[in-house]
């Protein structure tokens, strides 16, 4: 045990000026003892929420330990195992533990393949260093897309982080005995992303009344997405049983990627408001469906899968199957409605939880965006987010309301917080969320 002056919290001491060294120590259930120090520059509160921090990473490392034990996964010898062998059960242990959706274990695979184990996969896990990583990331900058462009610096980012995950999942997996992430700063070269656009208020209710010309089910569909923030997953994944009428809610209970249905991307359930005037549409849906008796009603999805024709190799027999829809079923009528409405941005169906996350928040503030759209952190709804001159404005004034200063008039349509047009905000049901 290091000396120094003894502090007022348990596992805090001071260290400097403004400095602490931050000390935990556990034992499992089996009698084996982890330990974790940091120095930490801050207040005390700085302090104790990392020593917080480093209890939760201990407890997640022995629920870990006890997963591997309970699926028969042995530990390997990190000195010896080298990246490439490692990352294979890496993968394997991800898949089986639940931790991650199929179609993400798959994402983690094809990042591995091209952009970490090329350059790192015969490196032995326990001699990987800093210096490396650093290295690794300088290379990355010189990568080109098969368009010949540079990969944009999100997608780098998402390569980091699953080197990142795979790294830390190696204190336990291989015994490691420190984490070589930490303390890593990822900076890499690479395309700037774009800004998304965002509809405004206006634009919003001027696109919904161009979706009358449009197919009931199109209609239908970007009528919820816009009043209800969906991934599109989840959209495509509902059923009329999430539907209550009566009750005006729609629940979220799960989503769909390449026609594998499954929870929620953050697996949590929630309900958002159903408002009256989707609820009309949802019912001229529903009649809509009976009167031209489409194909896989029996499925009960309100947005019925599309019917795909395959042909046998060898025989020559035609069979069908249903499958659930992708994202780009909208792209047209979407481009049409924008073009009648005179809307010039560019919209996708991402547009439209983009756009509902915004005006959510400017109306009812993050904690009720948060509890609509799924997001799970403060971050993802910024991301989402498109702040307004006005809206600054107004926090400028109110801020320095009393400096003598004339309040800012504010004369955007798109940002007045009593009202969001074709929005759940206006029903009863806003505090129905979980």
């Known amino acids: 045990m290091r000396r120094g002056?003894?502090?007022?919290?348990?596992?805090?001491?001071?260290?400097?000026?403004?400095?602490?060294?931050?000390?935990?120590?556990?034992?499992?259930?089996?009698?084996?003892?982890?330990?974790?120090?940091?120095?930490?520059?801050?207040?005390p509160t700085e302090a104790i929420r990392?020593?917080?921090?480093?209890?939760?990473?201990?407890?997640?490392?022995?629920?870990?330990?006890?997963?591997?034990?309970?699926?028969?996964?042995?530990?390997?010898?990190?000195?010896?195992?080298?990246?490439?062998?490692?990352?294979?059960?890496?993968?394997?242990?991800?898949?089986?533990?639940?931790?991650?959706?199929?179609?993400?274990?798959?994402?983690?695979?094809?990042?591995?393949?091209?952009?970490?184990?090329?350059?790192?996969?015969r490196m032995e896990v326990g001699q990987i260093t800093r210096r490396d990583l650093v290295m690794w990331m300088e290379g990355l900058g010189d990568l080109k897309s098969r368009s010949g462009e540079q990969y944009a610096k999100q997608t780098l980012a998402g390569v980091w982080a699953t080197l990142r995950c795979m790294l830390k999942d190696a204190l336990v997996l291989c015994n490691l005995k420190q984490d070589v992430t930490a303390g890593v700063r990822f900076r890499v070269r690479g395309k700037e992303a774009t800004e998304k656009d965002v509809l405004t208020r206006d634009e919003l209710g001027r696109l919904l009344d161009e979706t009358h010309a449009e197919a009931p089910d199109m209609r239908a569909m970007i009528w919820?997405?816009?009043?209800?923030?969906?991934?599109?997953?989840?959209?495509?994944?509902?059923?009329?049983?999430?539907?209550?009428?009566?009750?005006?809610?729609?629940?979220?209970r799960k989503s769909q990627v390449n026609g594998n249905v499954g929870p929620t991307k953050t697996r949590?359930?929630?309900?958002?408001?159903?408002?009256?005037?989707?609820?009309?549409?949802?019912h001229a849906h529903a009649s809509w469906q009976q009167e031209k008796r489409i194909r896989g009603?029996?499925?009960?999805?309100?947005?019925?899968?599309?019917?795909?024709?395959?042909?046998?190799?060898?025989?020559?027999?035609?069979?069908?199957?249903?499958?659930?829809?992708?994202?780009?079923?909208?792209?047209?009528p979407l481009a049409r409605c924008a073009e009648r409405a005179k809307v010039t941005k560019h919209v996708?169906?991402?547009?439209?939880?983009?756009?509902?996350?915004?005006l959510a928040r400017q109306a009812a503030g993050e904690i009720v965006a948060r509890s609509m759209t799924g997001h799970t952190t403060t971050a993802m709804t910024e991301h989402y987010s498109h702040v307004t001159i006005e809206e600054k404005n107004r926090a400028l004034t109110v801020a320095l309301g009393l400096l003598g200063t004339k309040p800012v008039v504010t004369t955007s349509a798109g940002v007045h917080p009593s009202k969001i047009v074709n929005s759940p905000q206006q029903s009863e049901k806003d505090e129905v969320c979980n």
């Open 297 to 332: 009603r029996e499925s009960g999805f309100l947005f019925l899968p599309t019917r795909t024709r395959t042909t046998g190799d060898d025989d020559g027999v035609v069979s069908e199957a249903l499958r659930l829809r992708y994202s780009n079923v909208l792209s047209k």
């Open 348 to 358: 996708t169906p991402h547009t439209m939880r983009r756009t509902f996350n915004n």
């Open 5 to 43: 002056n003894k502090g007022i919290h348990p596992g805090i001491r001071p260290d400097g000026k403004n400095g602490f060294v931050v000390r935990i120590t556990l034992r499992n259930e089996e009698g084996t003892q982890k330990e974790r120090e940091t120095r930490v520059m801050g207040t």
């Open 268 to 282: 949590s359930r929630r309900t958002v408001p159903l408002h009256p005037v989707v609820a009309e549409i949802l």
């Open 224 to 252: 919820v997405g816009f009043t209800t923030g969906m991934r599109f997953g989840e959209l495509s994944a509902l059923q009329w049983s999430d539907i209550d009428f009566e009750g005006g809610l729609i629940h979220v």
């Open 50 to 121: 990392v020593r917080e921090d480093l209890r939760e990473e201990l407890l997640r490392e022995f629920a870990d330990e006890a997963k591997l034990r309970e699926l028969g996964l042995e530990r390997a010898n990190a000195r010896k195992e080298i990246l490439t062998a490692y990352a294979k059960r890496w993968l394997e242990h991800v898949e089986k533990s639940g931790r991650n959706r199929k179609h993400v274990v798959d994402q983690h695979a094809d990042m591995l393949e091209r952009f970490i184990l090329p350059r790192l996969g």
